[in-house]
């Protein structure tokens, strides 16, 4: 077990939007130490929800420094089941689904499971558009990712 107490503890909450799934779409993140905030969004021409929720979530742990004790909040059982129930089964099976081909969003996977292992992560859901406001204003700027790319 890692010892949380010598890291920066750290909260990143995320949120993926599509216009049409597929269609444009754009993921936002909040990185959360101590009392600041640091806000990122952006967008992709042609993709999915599932895979602007995931890139919430890299995009948010690209942004850390260095090691950090880390929860992050997602309204995506997709991301917060994958990384916690499905991910060691998908990678025993190197990601490869039954009738040969890649599982989808394999990339994206394999990305996240890579800065997984950099940091100790705790994976939280949220309910979706219920008033939490972090997940709120995460998904106000997953839409101003949309938007960047309409």
């Known amino acids: 077990m890692i010892d949380t107490n010598n890291y920066t503890q750290v909260e990143i909450f995320t949120d993926g939007a599509c216009s049409g799934n597929p269609g444009p779409g754009g993921w936002g993140a909040i990185l959360r130490w101590r009392d600041t905030d640091k806000e990122f969004f952006g967008g992709e021409e042609e993709t999915t929800?599932?895979?602007m929720e995931l890139q919430a979530v890299i995009e948010g742990l690209k942004?850390?420094?260095?090691?950090?004790?880390?929860?992050?909040?997602?309204d995506s059982q997709y991301v917060q089941k994958g990384m916690t129930e499905w991910l060691e089964s998908w990678k025993a099976k190197?990601?490869?689904?039954k009738g040969g081909g890649l599982r989808a969003n394999h990339?994206?996977?394999?990305e996240l499971d890579g800065l997984n292992q950099t940091h100790q992560i705790s994976w939280q859901w949220v309910k979706?558009?219920?008033?939490?406001?972090?997940?709120?204003?995460a998904d106000e700027l997953a839409r101003q990712g949309v938007d960047l790319v309409r």
């Open 128 to 137: 979706g558009h219920a008033g939490h406001p972090e997940n709120e204003r």
């Open 49 to 51: 929800n599932n895979r």
């Open 63 to 74: 942004a850390l420094k260095k090691t950090c004790s880390v929860t992050i909040y997602t």
């Open 94 to 97: 190197n990601f490869l689904v």
């Open 107 to 110: 990339d994206l996977w394999r």
